[in-house]
Nanobody, 126 residues
Framework: QLQLVESRGGLVQAGGSLRLSCIAS????????MGWFRQSPGKERAFVAAISWTGSSTNYADSVKGRFTISRDNAKSTVYLQMNSLRPEDTAIYYCAASAKQRISASNSPAVYDSWGQGTQVTVSS
């Protein structure tokens, strides 16, 4: 499995920006598509964004389209999530995930992701 470590999240005011990063190790990074998911208290883990192994294909949840951008730097084995125009409803624990099963796509299904980070808290104040 790929080991994934997310950067520290943080507290940001509504309308602000935050960039999360996730560094991978232990396997060849380009063998994996990467995704970001989030979970709020009392809710199921939800898809946020995904990117194929080349970076040529991306996918976003409707709730974040136009505000969040996923990218990857294969030379650094790192995936990023740039979050702009943050809203209080974006408050959640954010998880980085890796999929070897569907590396050429950018799947929104948590079932295809086989490696997960420990999660990082993002809190958006109103």
């Amino acid at each position: 499995q790929l080991q994934l470590v997310e950067s520290r999240g943080g507290l940001v005011q509504a309308g602000g920006s935050l960039r999360l990063s996730c560094i991978a190790s232990g396997r060849t990074f380009t063998n994996y598509a990467m995704g970001w998911f989030r979970q709020s208290p009392g809710k199921e883990r939800a898809f946020v964004a995904a990117i194929s192994w080349t970076g040529s294909s991306t996918n976003y949840a409707d709730s974040v389209k136009g505000r969040f951008t996923i990218s990857r730097d294969n030379a650094k084995s790192t995936v990023y999530l740039q979050m702009n125009s943050l809203r209080p409803e974006d408050t959640a624990i954010y998880y980085c995930a890796a999929s070897a099963k569907q590396r050429i796509s950018a799947s929104n299904s948590p079932a295809v992701y086989d490696s997960w980070g420990q999660g990082t808290q993002v809190t958006v104040s109103s």
